[in-house]
Structure formats: C-alpha cells, structure tokens
C-alpha cells in the first residue's frame, strides 16, 4: 500500500471512531423539524394496517421514501458497514447511498468495499464523489468508474466546502465549480445528484444547479453531523480546532434548506437529511415536499453491529412514520405530502 492509500484509509477510520464516539453535533444548531407539529387528528378513518409508504426514486418504485445517507467505503471494516447497510436496505426497501468512491477510484484494491449491489439487487443504490474533484483532476470517466465499480442507478456529488477546510489535507479550491457539475449531470448515462454533507444547500445555489441539468438535490443539512466538529477530533492544527468552536451555529437548518430547495423547483426531486432522528422527521420532512427522508450517522452504531441491528433500527424509522401518518389519517404518502396538518409553531 503507497502512503496517499494508507493515509486515506486511516482517514476513513478515523470518520467512522469519531462519528460513533465523540460529540459531532454543532450544538448549537438544530434541524429546525422541532419548530414544526402535526395537528393530531383523533378520528382518523383509517386502518393502521392500510398504511402504504411505497414511494419512488430514481426511476424506481420502492416500499418506502427512505435513503440510507452515503456514509462510507473505502477499508475492510468499511466494507462490512456497507454490506450491513445493504442487506437491510434490501429487506426493508430503502435507497441506499455509498460514501466518496475516491478511494476505489485511486486503489483499484478497494473497489470491492463499495461493491454491494449484490446484496442491494432491487433498491436504488448511490454512487458518491466530491464535486471539489472535479477541480483536482476527475473528469467524466471517473464519475463513470463510480457509477460502474457500484452498479449504480445514479451519483450524487457531495458538496462539502467546510469540511475541506477543517481537513488538514482538504482540497480547497471550489472555484468554477458549477461549469464541471453541469458536464457530468449534461453527459454522464445516470442521473446526477448533488449533497452537502450537513451544512445544507439554499435556495438559490438549488436554482443553478437545477439550471446547470442535477436531477436531485440532498439538502443535507445542519442540526446533525457537522464536519467542522468531525474535523476538529482529526486537527493537530490549534488554529483549526479552535475555529472550529466559532462554527458551532454554522449552516442552513435541513427544514430551512429543504423550504427553500422546494421553493426553488416543485419538480426536482429532493431528498431531506441532516440531523433526522426519527420517522417523526421524516413525515415532517414528506409533508414540508420532500420526496424522500434521508439518516446518516444514527444508523452507523447498528451497522457496526450486524444486519439484524440495522434492519430493526430501520424498521423502529417505519413504524414511527406509519405510527405519524396514522396520527393524522393519511394513508399514503402521498396524502402526507398533501396534508394540512403540519402546522409551524416558531419561527
Ligand atoms: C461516518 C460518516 C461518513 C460520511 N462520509 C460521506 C461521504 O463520503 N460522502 C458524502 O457525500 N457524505 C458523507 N457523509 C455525510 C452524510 O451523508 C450526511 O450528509 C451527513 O452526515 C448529515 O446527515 P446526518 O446528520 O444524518 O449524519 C458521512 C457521514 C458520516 C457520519
């Protein structure tokens, strides 16, 4: 193994320690979910048991509008996470997403972690990349590369600007971005997709990118993971670990964000995550206009056990959204995303 491979491998590890062990949150700042309640309905009319939360994505239909976040990939221990996060998405119908392919796109040796398509016959499943390597040498074949290593039914390019400078070795230059995402969305054979990665995207950056030909947006958004936080647990640099301290409320609330992305395009698919806890967010994120909810580091401590943890994890998400739409006697999500009853208490 080269030292760029070792490096990115230890980097990769250190995500996933850090993500499970230490306090990642911006504390400060909260997903904005908490400033909605559903008006409860006690005479509902409907059957529990009826309760339909088949949705589609990606031009497939699924049993449910739920995305495991991309989260990783990349070493041996990555590889049992994303094999765990498939086999349960699998089962209970989830998209699932895979984290930056980078890796495999540099050490062909790796390729295997982010191969789980096997495991993930019949779901949508997402193949990831920085957008910022666009400016740093990848082109069209490496966005294909990801999408072929992962028999992926479409990529998604994180945006992840902060987390690039908390990095210590973080690719920092995001100038003339939008041009290099417009290609690949304009020429690559699957849909293209654009995420943060829990700093959220606003309005107006969803509207060129709508117009630049992405075919969804994952607000990812602030309330949940912050990088700035994971980086600073990496940081040997003072100046760095103590900026980030000044970056505790930094972002756009994943409500927020995903207000303003729907309000930037009716039609374009966007998916909320960033920080969702439960299927009580998740229908609040359905009936703000979101087509499909998205959870990222709150399964990570299932997936490092076993399937069977992550498929009752995921399942516990289900019956909290069925329990939710049964609350205001919406039987489909598409009722949910038409309700009434999703009142905004704050502001
Ligand atoms: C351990 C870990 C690794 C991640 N790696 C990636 C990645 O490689 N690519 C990416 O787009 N997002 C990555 N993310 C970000 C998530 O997809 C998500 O946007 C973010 O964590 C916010 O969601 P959450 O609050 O539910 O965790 C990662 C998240 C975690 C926790």
């Not at 210590?168 to 020429?187: Q, R, T, Y």
């Not at 992405?214 to 949940?224: L, N, P, T, Y």
Request: hydrophobic share 40%; charged share 20%.
């Amino acid at each position: 193994m080269d030292e760029q491979n070792s490096h990115t491998e230890k980097r990769k590890n250190e995500h996933i320690e850090i993500a499970l062990n230490q306090d990642v949150t911006g504390k400060k700042m909260t997903t904005g979910f908490e400033n909605y309640r559903f008006k409860h309905n006690a005479l509902p009319e409907i059957n529990f048991s009826e309760i339909d939360l088949s949705s589609s994505f990606l031009g497939k239909t699924m049993r449910t509008p739920f995305l495991i976040s991309s989260m990783t990939g990349g070493t041996e221990k990555a590889y049992q996470i994303n094999k765990a996060l498939a086999l349960a998405a699998e089962k209970q119908g989830w998209a699932v997403g895979l984290g930056s392919m980078r890796a495999a796109i540099e050490n062909g040796q790796t390729a295997y972690t982010f191969q789980i398509r096997n495991y993930a016959p019949s779901v949508p499943v997402i193949a990831n990349l920085g957008a910022v390597q666009l400016n740093y040498g990848y082109g069209l074949r490496e966005c294909m590369k990801a999408v072929e290593i992962a028999e992926a039914d479409g990529l998604v390019l994180h945006l992840n600007g902060m987390q690039e400078i908390f990095q210590p070795e973080g690719d920092v230059n995001f100038s003339n971005l939008l041009k290099k995402i417009e290609e690949a969305a304009k020429n690559l054979p699957v849909p293209v997709g654009v995420k943060e990665v829990g700093m959220g995207i606003d309005g107006e950056t969803a509207q060129k990118l709508i117009n630049a030909g992405v075919q969804f947006i994952d607000v990812a958004g602030a309330g949940g993971t912050s990088w700035i936080q994971v980086e600073k647990y990496r940081s040997k640099d003072q100046m760095r670990e103590q900026a980030a301290e000044a970056f505790l409320e930094w972002g756009n609330s994943t409500a927020e964000a995903l207000n303003e992305v729907k309000g930037s395009s009716a039609e374009v698919p966007v998916i909320a995550s960033g920080g969702l806890n439960n299927g009580v967010d998740a229908a609040k994120a359905l009936a703000l206009g979101a087509n499909l909810a998205g959870y990222g580091r709150i399964l990570l401590p299932a997936a490092i056990e076993n399937e069977h943890s992550i498929i009752s994890k995921l399942d516990q998400i289900e019956f909290e959204l069925r329990t939710a739409m049964f609350g205001i006697g919406a039987v489909s999500v598409a009722e949910l995303k038409s309700t009434k009853r999703l009142k905004k208490i704050k502001s």
